[in-house]
T-cell receptor, first 113, second 113 residues
């Protein structure tokens, strides 16, 4: 079985501050891990993904995430928040033969001016 | 390039009425297709996925059904809507082989009144 836990349903940061969104996963086999972003009333857009190889993954809009197997984590970071980063962020996992993604409950990021 | 379209974008339906949400994918063949639901304040729940025409897997027992009459067409239906069916419905696709990125449509807002 696979599952994802996102700690913190709401995160608020100041513009220019570090963004850290937490994601922990559970998987019995090596996982593929994803971060998606959802702007209001829109579908989900892929930010980045980890499959194999380098554990630090860079995505769009300056975001990156690091796969840490020992901690079963895949936290999303961005050095400096921008107002346009305000959105909901979803971590997702797929493992083994399961094609469909299992999503976390999401974290809503607010960026204060 | 591949595109995914789903419609209608917004729907208000009375309790007990039928539902039909349609999704089509362009620019690819033999995709995996998915229907997810996002209820208010909750994450994404996988409802159905399909690996081929007429092949539908249901993830949760519910008031909804799905059909895939053509390779790139996926339909979500209900004979009688419940209030609890309200939510944001997302169609998605991925490449058939392996554990690949899932790409989402723009979503359909369903309000059951």
């Amino acid at each position: 079985a696979q599952s994802v836990t996102q700690l913190g349903s709401h995160v608020s940061v100041s513009e220019g501050a570090l963004v850290l969104l937490r994601c922990n996963y559970s998987s019995s086999v090596p996982p593929y891990l994803f971060w998606y972003v959802q702007y209001p009333n829109q579908g989900l857009q892929l930010l980045l993904k980890y499959t194999t190889g380098a554990t630090l993954v860079k995505g769009i809009n300056g975001f990156e995430a690091e796969f840490k197997k020992s901690e079963t984590s895949f936290h999303l970071t961005k050095p400096s928040a921008h107002m346009s980063d305000a959105a909901e962020y979803f971590c997702a996992v797929t493992s083994g033969g399961r094609r469909a993604l299992t999503f976390g409950s999401g974290t809503r990021l607010q960026v204060q001016p | 390039s591949q595109t995914i379209h789903q419609w209608p974008a917004t729907l208000v339906q009375p309790v007990g009425s039928p539902l039909s949400l349609e999704c089509t994918v362009e620019g690819t063949s033999n995709p995996n297709l998915y229907w997810y639901r996002q209820a208010a304040g909750r994450g994404l729940q996988l409802l159905f996925y399909s690996v081929g025409i007429g092949q539908i897997s249901s993830e949760v027992p519910q008031n909804l059904s799905a059909s895939r009459p053509q390779d790139r067409q996926f339909i979500l239906s209900s004979k009688k809507l419940l209030l609890s069916d309200s939510g944001f419905y997302l169609c998605a696709w991925s490449v058939r082989q392996g554990r690949n990125t899932i790409y989402f449509g723009e979503g359909s807002w369903l309000t059951v009144v």
